[in-house]
Nanobody, 123 residues
């Protein structure tokens, strides 16, 4: 199994940047596809980005494409989400998730989740 712990959230002004980190534990971390999801108050949990176990395949939601970058460092067992040009609409709790399988945008298909980290973008 995999345990995930997110960090790096906080308060930032519109146009600013944040880098979220997801520290993972597990012998076979590199075999898992990792994903970032976010959930704003009163809304469902939405897909943000995913990255394959090798790091060679990445997918992004249209709303963040060109602004966010997902990456992973196998040596550190860590997945990152670099968020640039942040907008108030990006305000949400961001969750890291892991799935043993192919790409999926559905939260229900991810097996392991972190506790979430709050990202707030002020205008």
């Amino acid at each position: 199994q995999v345990q995930l712990v997110e960090s790096g959230g906080g308060l930032v002004q519109t146009g600013g940047s944040l880098r979220l980190s997801c520290a993972a534990s597990g012998r076979t971390f590199s075999y898992y596809r990792m994903g970032w999801f976010r959930q704003a108050p009163g809304k469902e949990r939405d897909f943000v980005a995913t990255i394959s176990g090798s790091g060679s395949s990445k997918y992004y939601a249209d709303s963040v494409k060109g602004r966010f970058t997902i990456s992973r460092d196998s040596a550190k067992n860590t997945v990152y989400l670099q968020m640039n040009s942040l907008k108030p609409e990006d305000t949400a709790v961001y969750y890291c998730a892991a799935r043993h399988g192919l790409h999926s945008q559905s939260p229900s298909e991810y097996n392991y989740w972190g506790q979430g980290t709050q990202v707030t973008v002020s205008s």
